[in-house]
């Protein structure tokens, strides 16, 4: 018997592994047409290229629900050139698997519906219907300097993260490697790489590897059993923007946690799922910092559905129902089970934050 999204489940696995085949093409090579948004982050034409096609199989699939998305198309309408070069890799990418692309809608006819299926995420979210969470490119940074990105997705439905897909093209494909400190640099992408990590609500969270054409087998996953916490091993961003790396090492101190590695964008909540790492700190690094909804949503449903929770840095679970952003969350604590409780009074005790 299928599940309730068993449906939405197979369009968003499809829809991220043939979005990885364009941002590896990208990630390989010289050209990579970056330029900056308002905050001063890069964006690509992989991140530009990534959201229209996700954008165009949730369209061809599912035309009347909502999409909230990282990118816009302004900068593409004004700039000729890195239009046509980010017209030039779209065209050209498809899944080998011709039921699978069929599935999707097929290629982008033109590049007026490639401008417009970028723009349709401008959406607002909320607490009602279904929303489809996408970032395109999230760590554009790891993508830039031969590190860790992910591919992100999810089905939010009625404020409640249904469906979670996460491509991470870098990882390794063997869940039982640990994340060391070379995980988020020069990392090649090639044979033994590139996995998808998913979940469907109450269904378990699975891997499986990405290919350029049909699905592969997947297996279950979940997080690995901590005993003593200080053999955890704790991942958090590279970028320090925003992230507290100087209250997140203080945290790490004060469990006597040794192992600390830094990667790049929801790669870090797929390792966290398959064992490979146990303990995400994202501690904000102002009150008044808001996260955006794509950059948490799918990997918050797939470490829970590994067996872990999430939590704010109050204990609250996370609310994707309140708009574009998690209004109403600060910070992020992550962990198995059996040792939340234990990384969140830690977490609480150098935030001075009185339960």
């Given amino acids: 018997m299928s599940s309730q999204y068993a449906h939405e489940h197979q369009i968003a696995l499809l829809a991220v592994q043939r979005a990885t085949v364009l941002t590896q093409e990208v990630y390989n090579s010289t050209f990579k047409g970056t330029v900056s948004k308002s905050?001063?982050?890069?964006?690509?034409?992989?991140?530009?290229?990534?959201?229209?096609?996700i954008t165009s199989a949730i369209l061809h699939n599912f035309p009347q629900d909502t999409i909230v998305a990282e990118e816009e198309a302004s900068k593409l309408r004004e700039h000729e050139s890195l239009r046509n070069q980010l017209w030039h890799c779209v065209q050209n990418v498809r899944l080998d698997d011709e039921i699978a692309e069929e599935t999707l809608g097929g290629p982008v006819a033109t590049i007026e519906i490639l401008l417009d299926a970028i723009d349709r995420g401008k959406g607002q979210g909320g607490n009602t219907g279904r929303v489809w969470a996408i970032d395109p490119v999230d760590g554009t940074k790891g993508?830039?300097?031969?590190?860790?990105?992910?591919?992100?997705?999810?089905?939010?439905?009625?404020?409640?993260?249904?469906?979670?897909?996460?491509?991470?093209?870098?990882?390794?494909?063997?869940?039982?490697?640990?994340?060391?400190?070379?995980?988020?640099?020069?990392?090649?992408?090639?044979?033994?790489?590139?996995?998808?990590?998913s979940a469907e609500k109450g269904q378990g969270a699975s891997s499986r590897r990405l290919t350029k054409g049909r699905l592969a087998p997947a297996h279950q996953v979940g997080m690995r059993p901590v005993r003593y916490?200080?053999?955890?091993?704790?991942?958090?961003?590279?970028?320090?923007?925003?992230?507290?790396?100087?209250?997140?090492?203080?945290?790490?101190?004060?469990?006597?946690?040794?192992?600390?590695?830094?990667?790049?964008?929801?790669?870090?909540?797929?390792?966290?799922?398959?064992?490979?790492?146990?303990?995400?700190?994202?501690?904000?690094?102002?009150?008044?910092?808001?996260?955006?909804?794509?950059?948490?949503?799918?990997?918050?449903?797939?470490?829970?559905?590994?067996?872990?929770?999430?939590?704010?840095?109050?204990?609250?679970?996370?609310?994707?129902?309140?708009?574009?952003?998690?209004?109403?969350?600060?910070?992020?604590?992550?962990?198995?089970?059996?040792?939340?409780?234990?990384v969140l009074a830690a977490v609480q005790d150098v935030l001075a934050i009185r339960p």
């Fill in 143 to 197: 993508l830039l300097r031969g590190g860790q990105y992910a591919i992100a997705l999810a089905l939010i439905v009625d404020g409640d993260v249904q469906v979670g897909v996460l491509g991470c093209p870098n990882l390794p494909v063997d869940d039982s490697v640990r994340l060391d400190a070379k995980i988020g640099f020069n990392q090649s992408g090639g044979v033994g790489s590139g996995v998808l990590i």
């Fill in 229 to 342: 916490v200080s053999n955890a091993i704790l991942c958090e961003a590279v970028e320090p923007t925003f992230s507290n790396h100087a209250q997140q090492n203080a945290v790490a101190r004060a469990l006597e946690i040794t192992k600390v590695v830094r990667l790049d964008s929801q790669a870090k909540y797929a390792s966290l799922a398959r064992g490979a790492a146990d303990i995400l700190l994202r501690l904000p690094v102002r009150k008044d910092y808001e996260e955006n909804i794509w950059d948490h949503a799918a990997g918050d449903l797939i470490v829970r559905e590994a067996g872990g929770i999430i939590t704010d840095v109050f204990g609250k679970p996370l609310n994707f129902g309140v708009g574009r952003k998690l209004k109403e969350n600060s910070g992020f604590v992550c962990a198995p089970q059996g040792i939340h409780a234990k």
């Fill in 39 to 53: 905050d001063a982050s890069p964006v690509t034409i992989a991140d530009f290229g990534a959201q229209a096609l």
